[in-house]
């Protein structure tokens, strides 16, 4: 019928067109994404300045000698130079042992009580889980509204 194909060409197009906002939309979310966890990291050195600032004034004037070394952020994966976990394997750790798929929230409880030496964002989790998908280490499933995740098998 002709009304038929007409209409599945308008449906077609409209989809086309979805599909490339989507696309760009992505793009410009991805590209946000990296801007944030770069401010992120430099949020988190400034913050282990001002924190060895705080000591070392509650410890009295520093030895004229003496600086105060520069904390990086850990990258790619690996532990900081300080011996402390990065929320990132922690996240990834909690995933590996998990037995069931587990919501951002839930990961975020669980990794709260076990640090109570950290504030942990539910918010930075979930990107941080959302990264870990990107790069292959992890697996998101929605069921309805909620999106759960797991780790990946190491082998694939």
């Known amino acids: 019928m002709p009304g038929e194909t007409e209409l599945t060409s308008a449906y077609s197009s409209k ?19 990296a801007r944030l966890t770069a401010e992120l990291d430099e949020l988190m050195h400034d913050h282990g300045v001002l924190l060895n600032l705080q000591q070392a004034l509650q410890a009295g004037s520093p030895e004229s000698g003496s600086r105060i070394p520069r904390q990086k952020a850990a990258k790619a994966g ?56 990107a790069k292959g280490q992890a697996r998101r499933t929605k069921r309805g509204s909620s999106v759960f995740y797991t780790a990946t098998d190491p082998a694939s």
Do not use: F, M, W, Y
């Not at 989809?15 to 994404?33: C, F, M, W, Y």
């Not at 798929?101 to 989790?125: G, K, M």
């Open 15 to 33: 989809v086309a067109d979805d599909l490339k906002r989507n696309v760009a939309e992505q793009e410009r979310v991805r590209s946000e994404v």
């Open 78 to 133: 690996r532990s900081s130079g300080a011996g402390k976990t990065t929320l990132v394997e922690l996240i990834r750790n909690h995933l590996t042992a998990s037995s069931a798929p587990c919501s951002a929230s839930e990961v975020t409880t669980v990794l709260s009580e076990q640090h109570q030496d950290r504030r942990i964002q539910t918010t930075v989790v979930r990107t941080s889980l959302e990264n870990l998908v």
